[in-house]
């Protein structure tokens, strides 16, 4: 029998919220209750969450996409299945580092957006030395927790603010923060790191409408403004590291989730419904303009890629790529998205 005291209890209760994608009201009452940082934790609540990490991620990751049977490459060949039939087991291990507790000991303790992340914002080694567990458990906490507004400081702090998986997800978490963190997208781009890319793909294409919606909805030129800069900083960031590795797979979601933004975009005012720019002048707005299309210059990027990408022949290097890219381009319609990107783009020019 596991005996456990009530922080641990909260803290056991808020990491099952995080790994099983529950609605946060099933655990806002824990990340919101008054409570005192223990000394440490027992031998059977830290068991307990070894087990819930080692269990509970698996389902997670299953849950973002990782049954989804798809087409990937490793290594210039092309893969096929869901994540496991594609991928050796010995591949997909993660560990974790006492970060992982840290983390989950200071979200149960924090009430505000005061109280928890002087610590670890104080820490900036604790980032460098977090493992792929800890990375891929503060991006499950960052998403569980997106709509909880007492934690939105949290996101532009060490170790989350330079965790690259957050940032692809929700740059719009680090859209006020005062300093750009460092993002090795390329790291991510082979072995395991790349495996987590493949399974969050649809997670990744789903923050992809999230935050295409969200700037339909300001009105705030400065919010767009601060939101583009961050998207194209992220963007250009991932597009260079995956074209460097030859991963147009892990783009894929981009292409998707734009696909399904710029369909039924005809014009310029659909895009930025909202958005006034009354009291600005010529070059504020053009900036303003510049920032909000973030998304229909990465699909532009990509189709340069697959363009040049129609000109390796069999017997080239990269060839098995080329064909990937080929094909989905093809698959979402990838002509007429780049038209209906470029065409976004041209109508920004002219309002500016």
Not at 260 to 282: E, H, I, Y
């Given at each position: 029998m596991r005996v456990v005291s009530q922080f641990e209890n909260d803290l056991l209760r808020i990491l099952q919220g995080v790994v099983s994608r529950a609605p946060i009201d099933q655990f806002r009452s824990q990340l919101v209750r008054k409570q005192l940082r223990p000394k440490c934790l027992g031998r059977d609540a830290v068991e307990l969450i070894e087990q819930s990490l080692a269990a509970g991620l698996v389902m997670r990751m299953t849950r973002s996409g990782a049954w989804q049977s798809g087409r990937?490459?490793?290594?210039?060949?092309?893969?096929?299945?869901?994540?496991?039939?594609?991928?050796?087991?010995?591949?997909?291990?993660?560990?974790?580092?006492?970060?992982?507790?840290?983390?989950?000991?200071?979200?149960?303790?924090?009430?505000?957006?005061?109280?928890?992340?002087?610590?670890?914002?104080?820490?900036?080694?604790?980032?460098?030395?977090?493992?792929?567990?800890?990375?891929?458990?503060?991006?499950?906490?960052?998403?569980?927790?997106?709509?909880?507004?007492?934690?939105?400081?949290?996101?532009?702090?060490?170790?989350?603010?330079?965790?690259?998986l957050i940032a692809l997800a929700m740059p719009d978490r680090y859209a006020a923060a005062e300093a750009f963190a460092v993002l090795d997208f390329e790291a991510w781009m082979t072995g395991t790191k790349a495996i987590m890319l493949e399974a969050l793909q649809p997670e990744f294409g789903e923050s992809m409408l999230r935050l295409g919606h969200l700037k339909s909805q300001l009105a705030d030129p400065g919010q767009v403004e601060q939101l583009g800069i961050h998207e194209d900083r992220v963007f250009n960031a991932y597009l260079t590291a995956a074209r460097k590795q030859r991963r147009p797979?892990?783009?894929?979601?981009?292409?998707?989730?734009?696909?399904?933004?710029?369909?039924?975009?005809?014009?310029?005012?659909?895009?930025?419904?909202?958005?006034?720019?009354?009291?600005?002048?010529?070059?504020?707005?053009a900036a303003t303009y510049r920032s909000g299309a973030s998304l229909p210059r990465a699909i532009c990027q990509i189709g340069d890629w697959h363009r040049e990408s129609r000109s390796i022949g069999y017997f080239d290097e990269g060839y098995v790529e080329s064909q990937w890219l080929k094909s989905c381009w093809e698959q979402v319609g990838g002509n007429q998205l780049r038209q209906q990107a470029e065409r976004v783009l041209k109508e920004l020019d002219v309002q500016a």
């Open positions: 990937h490459l490793r290594a210039g060949r092309l893969v096929q299945g869901n994540l496991w039939q594609r991928t050796p087991p010995h591949e997909l291990g993660l560990s974790f580092s006492a970060a992982s507790i840290d983390l989950l000991v200071d979200l149960t303790v924090t009430q505000n957006c005061d109280s928890m992340p002087s610590r670890v914002a104080n820490s900036n080694q604790a980032a460098i030395d977090c493992t792929l567990g800890d990375r891929v458990l503060q991006y499950c906490i960052a998403h569980a927790t997106a709509e909880l507004p007492l934690l939105s400081e949290w996101y532009r702090q060490e170790p989350l603010i330079s965790n690259e797979d892990l783009c894929q979601f981009i292409l998707v989730a734009g696909n399904q933004l710029l369909s039924n975009t005809t014009s310029v005012r659909q895009w930025f419904p909202c958005l006034d720019v009354s009291k600005l002048n010529v070059s504020q707005r």
